[in-house]
């Protein structure tokens, strides 16, 4: 012990007593180092933001890996009353959402192919089920609804004790009115936590310090993209009819989601909760709160929430018929995208992110599940990409949250579309030939806050976006730029592409024992390859390039740049052998594919183009008009191409080259949703949905890229355990039949008999093939080509068979181009 009793040394040390600091210290004690776990809190538990919580517990989430979380938690809520004997407060009176418009049905069918997937209850009901399932719901305007019966509300204070009594018991420690003053790094790489009551040493820092993030952050050097909103609701008076069916014994009225009026409802004390979530909520502890604040709450804003509180009376009569009792105005973090932050921060060892929570109570549980079993065992067990700290860059400067971060609050509540491009904050980062791409009827979307063309308008066509779960107006956009790339030549900006170089004595002995795949041996040869992580799943994926015999190119994908490159730093030797510099920022990308671009480059640079001077999965430096380029005879479309990776000056000069020498050819650019088509048809996985750590290398079928006898790299033992154990799952191509205007987006359920027998994890249509396809994992006796299954899109069960990969050009005719001619 130190002063004041403090312990002087932990494994684990929790900072934030909120509801989501106790969990991940019940959870590492669950694991069994109770005794070694320590939460420091500078005020009492709770008196951050989980006081002022309503303790909605919504299962609803779009994203598999949230999904995934609120259901753990959920179920852990339920237990956990008879677990420690403290009561805490679970009303299971589930939860109803109402929708107004067919949009918001295809949402709530697109949810509840997520939800099926994995294990949610979730059922549909008609307007005049919403009525009996809530006589005081006015149905008028209503097409439909989704309930959760397992759904509800819970109070937060009690959770909140009752998980720091199961820690107590487990031997973990909470230190109350403890400030905690700086956090450093000791050369050992143990963390040294310094408190008002004295210094504690430890392996790992968990930060859930809500409000307090960015402080928390600034101790260690990192600017974590969490800043609160304001969010308001109001408790009303008493009203007779809800008296009335409590005096009845009638059961409790399910929480009441209007999401086109962007509000909930719920019953209090006889009278009624309502949260709204309005335009114009502001950000608030921009800075941090002050280190003093306890149970704070803001001035309220009537005013702002004025026609919620309309819809709200309109929608349910007797909501307008009682006073208001309190308006609560009280901080709620928030990260650009609305979901939390859970798991390790970017460049520091052991320090873990558990921040950002704007769901925190429903969050709570399954993030401190997670993060225990990421400390304790190494890694988690589920597909924690949607959560992911390092899903954010440096982009994410404080003015940029500010305006992502209100603008995600404002969007809780509206219709949450497959591809939904939010303008906050934007444009931000641009390539230089972005104007360029504009003026060329460039429709874009943000990756990382780069713009990138996802389609573009042309013939007259409006050059805006069409959001929609079904075939909108963008499909026929795409529809054109694929046919002239298979016909002719297109070209494709990738500038957002992460991109690094390794180099130094000791570079090719890390990378050989990093990846699973084979280095390139000859200078100039190019691999595909993957970073495992323990488990044997897929991590990370990176195009290769040998440079000399000490240095390598390596490309990935441009929207987990940060998790990418900090997963290759964790893992890099500490003695210098091995360098690493960050490419991304001063190395530009065209793509040009189809049929014509071997024609089109040769007629821009003096190198020999040929098959024989230039073989596919090659590289070689060459020089594009007057510009020095890498070119790499490798995409993602299935065509005949290369990447031309350039310094970032050169690349309106590459570009106008291009474009004045493929005028007679129908050069022609294309976006990211003709990529995303033509890759589907060639079978081509993406990292974070065909590719997860969820499952191993072998489950996604990238067999051909894992070299197991090469000797040891990173998840080896673990993948091969894992084969000789027999997969769970399978990764196939389908074929689905009969759809007439909408497609698999990813997350709908796989059946056979009207049985679960896997997810697909993404979908669309393949214009060159004229079939609607998806990717999915299935049970392995099902993979077989031919295999009759059914899809559900969109609350409808089509056919689906499974076919051969690359149902396109399956022998890569076309990519190798044998004839090889140039002009």
């Not at 604040?293 to 009537?302: G, K, P, S």
């Not at 990717?775 to 009759?788: F, S, W």
Request: hydrophobic content about 40%; some cysteine; glycine content about 12%.
């Amino acid at each position: 012990m130190g002063n004041n009793g403090l312990k002087s040394e932990a494994r684990v040390v929790v900072i934030g007593g909120g509801v989501v600091g106790v969990s991940a210290l019940y959870h590492l004690a669950r694991k069994g180092w109770g005794e070694d776990v320590v939460l420091l809190e500078k005020g009492e538990l709770t008196s951050g933001s989980t006081w002022h919580a309503a303790g909605l517990l919504p299962l609803f989430n779009m994203s598999y890996s949230v999904g995934q979380i609120h259901k753990y938690s959920v179920n852990l809520y339920k237990k956990l009353e008879e677990e420690t004997g403290q009561p805490v407060g679970f009303s299971q009176v589930g939860n109803l959402r109402l929708a107004m418009n067919d949009d918001r049905m295809d949402e709530y069918y697109q949810y509840a192919a997520t939800a099926k997937t994995i294990g949610v209850d979730v059922r549909f009901l008609t307007p005049a089920e919403i009525q009996k399932l809530w006589p005081m719901c006015n149905i008028d305007g209503l097409v439909g609804g989704i309930f959760h019966p397992d759904d509800g509300y819970i109070q937060p204070a009690d959770l909140t004790q009752a998980l720091a009594k199961g820690a107590r018991a487990r031997g973990a420690t909470i230190y109350r009115k403890t400030h905690v003053l700086g956090i450093e790094q000791a050369s050992s790489g143990a963390w040294l936590v310094r408190t008002d009551k004295g210094d504690i040493r430890c392996d790992h820092v968990i930060s859930a310090t809500g409000n307090y993030a960015r402080k928390t952050g600034n101790m260690v050097g990192l600017d974590i993209p969490v800043i609160p909103v304001e969010h308001q609701f109001i408790v009303t008076e008493p009203h007779p009819e809800v008296q009335r069916r409590h005096a009845n014994g009638e059961p409790e009225l399910a929480v009441l989601r209007e999401s086109d009026g962007s509000w909930y409802l719920r019953e209090e004390n006889g009278g009624f909760i309502l949260g709204p979530y309005e335009q114009g909520a502001p950000c608030c502890y921009v800075d941090g709160p002050d280190p003093r604040a306890e149970y704070e709450l803001f001035q309220e804003d009537i005013d702002r929430l004025a026609p919620h509180i309309e819809a709200a009376m309109s929608r349910v009569p007797a909501f307008g018929e009682v006073g208001i009792k309190q308006v609560y105005n009280g901080a709620i973090a928030y990260t650009p995208d609305g979901s939390p932050i859970i798991g390790p921060a970017w460049g520091l060892d052991n320090f873990w992110l558990n921040e950002g929570h704007s769901f925190g109570i429903t969050a709570a549980g399954g993030a401190g599940w997670q993060l225990a079993e990421w400390i304790v065992e190494g890694e988690p067990t589920i597909d924690m990409l949607g959560v992911e700290p390092r899903r954010f860059g440096d982009y994410a400067t404080k003015k940029y949250l500010i305006e992502k971060n209100e603008e995600a609050y404002a969007n809780v509540f509206v219709i949450h579309y497959p591809d939904e491009e939010r303008p906050a904050g934007r444009p931000l980062r641009t390539a230089p030939c972005y104007e360029r791409m504009k003026d060329q009827g460039a429709v874009f979307g943000q990756k990382f806050g780069w713009e990138r063309p996802n389609f573009f308008a042309t013939d007259g066509m409006a050059q805006e976006d069409d959001w929609s779960f079904r075939r909108s107006k963008w499909f026929e956009a795409v529809r054109k730029e694929v046919a002239n790339t298979t016909e002719n030549a297109g070209l494709l900006d990738m500038t957002a592409f992460a991109k690094c170089r390794l180099s130094g004595p000791g570079a090719e002995e890390f990378l050989d024992e990093f990846v699973a795949n084979s280095l390139p041996r000859k200078i100039g040869g190019l691999t595909l390859a993957h970073a495992l992580n323990g488990n044997g799943g897929i991590h990370s994926e990176f195009t290769i390039r040998r440079e000399s015999a000490d240095s390598f190119y390596l490309v990935s994908a441009g929207a987990l740049q940060r998790l990418d490159h900090d997963y290759l730093l964790k893992h890099m030797p500490g003695d210098g052998s091995v360098q690493f510099t960050q490419l991304t920022g001063t190395m530009g990308v065209l793509v040009i594919a189809g049929p014509k671009s071997r024609q089109l480059l040769q007629r821009v640079t003096a190198a020999d183009l040929s098959n024989a001077a230039f073989p596919w999965l090659t590289a070689q430096d060459i020089v594009v008009g007057m510009a020095p380029a890498n070119a790499m005879r490798v995409n993602y479309v299935g065509e005949l191409g290369w990447e031309l990776h350039h310094p970032l000056e050169y690349q309106n000069h590459i570009f106008d080259t291009l474009f004045e020498a493929g005028e007679d050819l129908g050069l022609k650019p294309f976006g990211i949703r003709a990529m995303d088509s033509m890759r589907l048809e060639k079978s081509y996985r993406m990292v974070g949905t065909e590719l997860s750590i969820e499952y191993s290398a072998y489950e996604s079928a990238m067999d051909r890229f894992v070299k197991a006898d090469k000797g040891d790299f990173l998840g080896r033992d673990a993948l091969l355990a894992s084969r000789d154990a027999g997969l769970n799952n399978l990764l196939v191509t389908l074929e689905v039949h009969d759809v007439d205007d909408a497609d698999a987006l990813g997350n709908n359920a796989l059946l056979q008999g009207g049985e679960i027998i896997g997810r697909a994890t993404g979908g669309g249509f393949g214009f060159r093939i004229n079939k609607s396809l998806a990717l999915g994992m299935v049970k392995p006796e099902l993979a077989k080509p031919g295999t009759a299954l059914e899809i559900e899109i969109l609350g409808k069960v089509y056919p689906a068979t499974v076919v051969p990969d690359s149902p396109f050009d399956p022998k890569n005719e076309r990519l190798r181009d044998s004839g090889g001619n140039n002009e």
